[in-house]
């Protein structure tokens, strides 16, 4: 078994027709990107729409019930995207890709479907971010 750690749209479209062929013969399980164009390369309306479909494409060898949350990035050139602290210990808000209550949002709406949610922290600011979500949570 695999991950393959941000699904998109054509990810899926491709596992679909490699499987129609019977070409696919490992199990993958995929984490459909949530909020976040820049590193699955698809806009979010699109990528919303998919994680509401997942279900369809999911199949013998694909499981479709992952969700993938980059809260920041890598800290990688051109530039580190990667959410730092400022002097006052607090998040550099321009950084995370999501504010905490989007993302609680989020998480509460797809783990209510049965999916699992799966978040990229790479930085000490989107770190905070997921506490808050951990703490927030409710079942």
Same mark, same amino acid.
């Given at each position: 078994? @695999?991950?393959?750690?941000?699904?998109?749209?054509?990810? $899926? =479209?491709?596992?679909?027709?490699?499987?129609?062929?019977?070409? $696919?013969? $490992?199990?993958?399980?995929?984490? @459909?990107?949530? !909020?976040?164009?820049?590193?699955?390369?698809?806009? $979010?309306?699109? %990528?919303?729409?998919?994680?509401?479909?997942?279900?369809?494409?999911?199949?013998? =060898?694909?499981?479709?019930?992952?969700?993938?949350?980059?809260?920041?990035?890598?800290?990688?050139?051109?530039?580190?995207?990667?959410?730092? %602290?400022?002097?006052?210990?607090?998040?550099?808000?321009?950084?995370?890709?999501?504010?905490?209550?989007?993302?609680?949002? =989020?998480?509460?709406?797809?783990?209510?479907? !049965?999916?699992?949610?799966?978040? %990229?922290?790479?930085?000490? !600011?989107?770190?905070?971010?997921?506490?808050?979500?951990?703490?927030?949570?409710?079942?």
């Amino acid at each position: 078994m @695999i991950q393959e750690a941000s699904a998109n749209t054509i990810c $899926l =479209h491709g596992l679909r027709e490699t499987e129609e062929e019977n070409k $696919l013969t $490992l199990h993958i399980n995929t984490h @459909i990107v949530c !909020g976040n164009k820049f590193f699955p390369c698809e806009n $979010l309306e699109s %990528l919303e729409s998919l994680l509401d479909v997942a279900e369809d494409s999911k199949s013998k =060898h694909v499981d479709t019930r992952f969700v993938k949350f980059w809260l920041d990035g890598p800290q990688v050139e051109p530039g580190p995207i990667h959410c730092t %602290l400022n002097e006052e210990g607090e998040p550099d808000r321009e950084r995370p890709f999501f504010d905490d209550e989007t993302v609680l949002a =989020h998480v509460t709406k797809y783990d209510s479907r !049965g999916m699992t949610c799966k978040m %990229l922290v790479a930085g000490e !600011g989107s770190e905070t971010s997921f506490e808050y979500i951990r703490k927030n949570y409710e079942r």
